[in-house]
């Protein structure tokens, strides 16, 4: 149960609680109901609130999703939507975690590290995807051991500047551009349902 103490020995006559503070002239206002009383009608005791012990009220529940405005797997689609045609996102466990596939084989997932940093790791080391050995990355986005994490990153940022920062960093990080890639012919559609990778263009008639 959620609690909190009030520290006084008044009671509200009207609706029974205890935050109850004094006002002027003997009286006493609840902060609940908004009725005002005499002190003499509130008081639980003749001590005057320095002896009893503290009233406990009750907190209003906890109301999931207000804590929390989106979630790290919301990250990731939103990014997959910047990115464009051929990028999609799936969901982790609970939202915690996300992962956003492109037309690569190695994917890009997103996490929240043990320091708090927003993270985006991904494997570099597929021949076929050809990323950049030292990739130029954008402003606010740092090394990271197996990928790159947003510096600064906070959930205050909002949805759509973490995704756009989360986009541009994998760009950078894979040296995406749309012009190079085939998709649409057949051939490439089908490399990409028995690899995950869909054929830069000319590799088609080489297949």
């Known amino acids: 149960m959620n609690t909190t103490t009030v520290v006084h020995a008044l009671t509200c006559t009207a609706c029974g609680g205890h ?3 004094y006002a002027a002239r003997r009286r006493a206002a609840c902060n ?11 008081m639980r005791c003749d ?12 907190k209003p529940a906890f109301a999931p999703g207000g804590e929390h405005l989106f979630s790290i797997s919301d990250i ?25 596939y492109g037309p690569y084989c190695a994917s890009f997932e997103f996490a929240v590290d043990n320091e708090g940093d927003f993270i985006i790791e ?22 990271y051991i197996g ?23 994998i760009r950078a990080a894979s040296g995406y551009d749309p012009d190079d890639f085939d998709f649409t012919s057949s051939a490439s559609r089908q490399h990409h349902i028995d690899t995950g990778r869909y054929l830069r263009k000319g590799e088609a008639e080489e297949v």
């Open 19 to 21: 935050d109850v503070r």
């Open 32 to 42: 609940d109901c908004g009725k005002e009383i005499m002190i003499a009608e509130a």
């Open 47 to 58: 001590c005057w609130g320095y002896e009893c012990v503290p009233a406990v009220v009750r």
């Open 76 to 100: 990731a689609h939103a990014t997959a939507q910047l990115l464009g045609r051929a990028w999609t996102a799936e969901s982790g466990l609970w939202g915690a975690r996300g992962a956003v």
């Open 122 to 143: 991904y494997e570099a080391h597929f021949v076929d995807d050809a990323f950049p050995e030292y990739p130029t990355l954008p402003e606010g986005v740092k090394d």
């Open 147 to 169: 990928g790159v994490y947003i510096e600064l990153a906070s959930e205050f940022d909002g949805l759509e500047s973490l995704a756009t920062k989360a986009a541009a960093a």
